[in-house]
Structure formats: C-alpha cells, structure tokens
C-alpha cells in the first residue's frame, strides 16, 4: 500500500477469535476465558500485588501467574479461572441465551 491509499475497515464482531478464523464453538470458549483472566488480571493490579504475592493468594506459582497476566489463555480453563475468581470473592454469572436464525 502506497501513502495516497486508504486502508479498508472491516467492521469486527464482539469476538475477536472468531474475526481470527475459529471455529465458532473454540472462538466462544476462548473469549469465555480471555474475559475471565481479564479480570482476575485487573484483581491483581487493583491489589498493588507482585506476581509472588498474587501467586501465594491464589495458590498457584509465580510463572504460573505471569502466563496469566501475559495472557496464555491456552494454559487455563474456564474451571480453574472460576475457582480463581472465588478465591477473590468474585461473583462469576454466564447467561446464556438462544440465537434465533
């Protein structure tokens, strides 16, 4: 692309993953989790916490914790984000709805 083109915009959906290419089912199960270790994420920082100190309230180890604030969503399940946002006293609601066609 030349300076004098412009750029095309596609419009995205709510899902970044299914933009990406997954498959619809996958791409919900990862935004399921990137949105939950979004949270505990910012749980972290609104602490002040070190990942040494995140990793001793959470009961988990410190690169444990740093793959979840870089974002590894590969290495987490949505069980285990739930059960970590318990610990944080953290309400986790999923509604789930019907798509009509």
Known sequence: ???NQIPEVIQGSNN????LGFAPEEA???KIRA???LNIKRFIQSQGW??????LF?????????DLINGDIERFSIDKLVIMLAKASMD???????ILT
């Open 1 to 3: 692309m030349n300076q």
């Open 16 to 19: 970044v993953f299914e933009d």
């Open 28 to 30: 919900l199960n990862l």
């Open 35 to 37: 949105d939950l270790m």
């Open 50 to 55: 070190t990942q040494k100190q995140a990793a």
């Open 58 to 66: 959470f009961g988990e180890t410190q690169p444990r914790i740093s």
């Open 92 to 98: 986790v609601r999923f509604e789930v709805t019907e």
